[in-house]
């Protein structure tokens, strides 16, 4: 168990550019989450997904922004068009049921310039 | 909506001093209560948690109390060490059937010799 793994660490990109970035969650887990963390807050939740289906997405997540979790292992969160505002530090979080304690990967943080 | 307040950092003291970190929330019914850690270069990590009113979470000689008549869940620890040092989040759960975050933005110890 390497606990969750996400790629890449860094990411510079050009606004209007797309991006897409990795989470591997730990084995077995079949809940997976997505949050943000802008500098000086908390992470805000973005999305969950339970095996492959998609069970929430916040009002954070604009149309702009699509997640997918193919089988239910890895999960990918594409940017399209990115913007100033979204860089930020995107964290993935991964559980083994209802209750259970969250786990989470170090985080890919973005920077649109 | 749920949601978290924690008081504002950096907290700065010495080593051996008494640690207080304060966290008030609010929610509808009765949400999980998290504290969680983010050591720097490191991924969040879970330090505590009470799941009802006037359970006591504790872990590393770190403790906090649920307290629905106050909605409150202040983080304490009797004797901060160097190695403390770290970013600390409060975080809440609501009863919504799986385990997503709400978290407060953040308190930065630090912990000099």
């Known amino acids: 168990d390497t606990g969750v793994s996400q790629d890449p660490r860094h990411k510079i990109t050009k606004r209007g550019q797309n991006v897409t970035f990795r989470c591997d969650p730990i084995?077995?887990?079949?809940?997976l989450y997505w949050y943000r963390q802008t500098l000086g807050q908390g992470p805000e939740f973005l999305t969950y997904?339970?095996?492959?289906?998609?069970?929430?997405k916040s009002r954070l997540l604009s149309d702009r922004f699509s997640a997918e979790r193919p089988k239910g292992s890895f999960s990918t969160l594409e940017i399209q068009r990115t913007e100033q505002g979204d860089s930020a530090m995107y964290l993935c979080?991964?559980?083994?049921?209802?209750?259970?304690?969250?786990?989470f990967g170090q985080g890919t943080r973005l920077t649109v310039v | 909506g749920n949601s978290v307040t924690q008081m504002e950092g950096p907290v700065t003291l010495s080593e051996e001093a008494f640690l207080t970190i304060n966290c008030t929330y609010t929610?509808?019914?009765?949400?999980?209560l998290f504290w969680y850690v983010q050591y720097p270069g490191e991924g969040l990590q879970l330090l505590l948690k009470?799941?009802?009113?006037?359970d006591k979470g504790s872990n590393k000689g770190f403790e906090a109390t649920y307290r629905k008549e106050t909605t409150s869940f202040h983080l304490e620890k009797g004797s901060v060490q160097v190695s403390d040092s770290a970013v600390y989040f409060c975080?809440?759960?609501?009863?919504?059937?799986?385990?997503?975050?709400?978290f407060g933005t953040g308190t930065r110890l630090l912990v000099s010799p």
């Open positions: 979080a991964s559980s083994s049921g209802r209750g259970t304690e969250a786990f």
């Open positions: 084995s077995e887990h079949n809940r």
């Open positions: 997904f339970q095996n492959e289906a998609q069970l929430e």
């Open positions: 929610a509808t019914g009765y949400p999980s």
């Open positions: 009470a799941t009802k009113a006037d």
């Open positions: 975080a809440l759960s609501g009863y919504t059937g799986f385990q997503k975050l709400v």
